[in-house]
Antibody, heavy 125, light 107 residues
Framework: EVQLLESGGGLVQPGGSLRLSCAAS????????MSWVRQAPGKGLEWVSS????????FYADSVKGRFTISRDNSKNTLYLQMNSLRAEDTAVYYC??????????????????WGQGTLVTVSS | EIVLTQSPATLSLSPGERATLSCRAS??????LAWYQQKPGQAPRLLIYDASNRATGIPARFSGSGSGTDFTLTISSLEPEDFAVYYCQQRSNWPWTFGQGTKVEIK
């Protein structure tokens, strides 16, 4: 059974940092691109960042580029999101999500078949 | 950035009725469109990928159609568990984007 378990969310002041983790199990983690998608309270879904299976290429939404860093450790089956210079508008539930198909080319496939339960990040003074 | 516009914002229907949800893209995205269902307090669930392919375990009452800029998600006969918010998402161009959602509520 595929499982994705996020952790690391919490309350942080504007300008602060936080590191999210997503522990994966039930599939061959190293074969799949992974992504982070967020949802502000009462709002819709927003793609944040993606990383290919090897970790060699990363992709970011303009809203987080230069502030967030996605990474992965395939030996630990874990995905990360380092979030720096946090703003109030970064307040959201952050979900990790798995690509629906194994990576074939050099870019993530972009359909998400499994999602974690989410971790809440609140940026407030 | 490709904008996805979903309509209607809210759909009020009774169990057993047919639901038709629309998603329109601001430019052609071929068939690179997915549909997700989200219930309160839960993560999204993949229903349809590449416009018309049902994901694993999704009941046959869910179907998707369309290509280019106009897409439709149809629920042939609403079950009580189908009342939720539905999002479309494109993977044709970076950044990947989602529609604003359609809420299917009990009439």
């Amino acid at each position: 059974e595929v499982q994705l378990l996020e952790s690391g969310g919490g309350l942080v002041q504007p300008g602060g940092s936080l590191r999210l983790s997503c522990a994966a199990s039930g599939f061959t983690f190293s074969n799949y691109a992974m992504s982070w998608v967020r949802q502000a309270p009462g709002k819709g879904l927003e793609w944040v960042s993606s990383i290919i299976s090897s970790g060699g290429s990363t992709f970011y939404a303009d809203s987080v580029k230069g502030r967030f860093t996605i990474s992965r450790d395939n030996s630990k089956n874990t995905l990360y999101l380092q979030m720096n210079s946090l703003r109030a508008e970064d307040t959201a539930v952050y979900y990790c999500a798995k690509d629906e198909r194994p990576l074939v080319g050099a870019t993530p496939e972009g359909t998400f078949d499994y999602w974690g339960q989410g971790t809440l990040v609140t940026v407030s003074s | 950035e490709i904008v996805l516009t979903q309509s209607p914002a809210t759909l009020s229907l009774s169990p057993g009725e047919r639901a038709t949800l629309s998603c329109r893209a601001s430019q052609s995205i071929s068939s690179y469109l997915a549909w997700y269902q989200q219930k309160p307090g839960q993560a999204p669930r993949l229903l349809i990928y590449d416009a018309s392919n049902r994901a694993t375990g999704i009941p046959a009452r869910f179907s998707g159609s369309g290509s280019g800029t106009d897409f439709t998600l149809t629920i042939s006969s609403l079950e009580p568990e189908d009342f939720a918010v539905y999002y479309c998402q494109q993977r044709s161009n970076w950044p990947w984007t989602f529609g604003q959602g359609t809420k299917v509520e009990i009439k």
